[in-house]
């Protein structure tokens, strides 16, 4: 198995603009996740989907973020504008289970740069 | 609510020491897992194990090995002969049967040669 699959890698972009970021689940993981990772705040939940559907929210910051999953293969999150605070690496996980007993597997991440 | 502590923010061993990462949590709940994954100066988070609530048994495996003890309500990790590839940043999370994951802050080890 490939893994999840997050892409790019790194993406520098100017304030203002429209961020797009992908990630690709492990076939079969039902539930996906979007994380941020800051110096200052650590490892945080953004949202996560069940079987495409988004289940909790309430981690993302502000409407300037939003996320979707129109197949079991397929998600974004996108920032729209971006500003210079939404710096961070944001990582996807998918998991088999609901139950956490699987635990999540990881993309490597997009470290994100808003100059 | 769920809470991971790591009061540890950043250990440093001289390589083949032995080192411990502490790790606090708090839950209500009596079904809960614990995790440990390790962050590589690469970035990626890597899984390295899952201990259920019922299951107190102590785990080794190679030089790491984990210490799980509901009393304190602790689950700390030990890398024995420390190298220096284990430097990298160690999280310690908790879930409960749903999907509330809250990871701790992470310990940061530098294994110096």
């Known amino acids: 198995d490939a893994g999840v699959i997050q892409s790019p890698r790194h993406e520098v972009t100017e304030m203002g603009q429209e961020v797009t970021l992908r990630c690709k689940p492990i076939s079969g993981h039902d539930y996906l996740f979007w994380y941020r990772q800051t110096m200052m705040r650590g490892l945080e939940l953004l949202i996560y989907?069940?079987?495409?559907?988004?289940?909790?929210d309430s981690g993302m910051p502000e409407d300037r973020f939003s996320a979707k999953m129109p197949n079991a293969s397929f998600s974004t999150l996108k920032i729209q504008p971006s500003e210079p605070r939404d710096s961070a690496v944001y990582f996807c996980?998918?998991?088999?289970?609901?139950?956490?007993?699987?635990?999540?597997?990881f993309g490597s991440g997009t470290r994100l740069t808003v100059v | 609510a769920q809470k991971v502590t790591q009061a540890q923010t950043e250990i440093s061993v001289v390589e083949k020491e032995d080192v411990t990462l502490d790790c606090v949590y708090e839950t209500r709940d009596t079904t809960y897992y614990l995790f440990w994954y390790k962050q590589p100066p690469s970035g990626e988070l890597v899984f390295l194990i899952r201990r259920n609530s019922f299951d107190e048994q102590n785990e080794i495996s190679g030089r790491y090995s984990w210490n799980f003890q509901k009393s304190t309500s602790s689950f700390n990790f030990t890398i024995t002969a420390s190298q220096v590839v284990d430097s990298a940043v160690y999280f310690c999370a908790l879930s409960n049967y749903g999907q509330n994951f809250v990871f701790g802050p992470g310990t940061r080890l530098s294994v110096l040669p």
């Open positions: 989907f069940n079987n495409n559907v988004p289940i909790d």
């Open positions: 996980a998918s998991s088999p289970s609901g139950t956490g007993y699987f635990g999540y597997t």
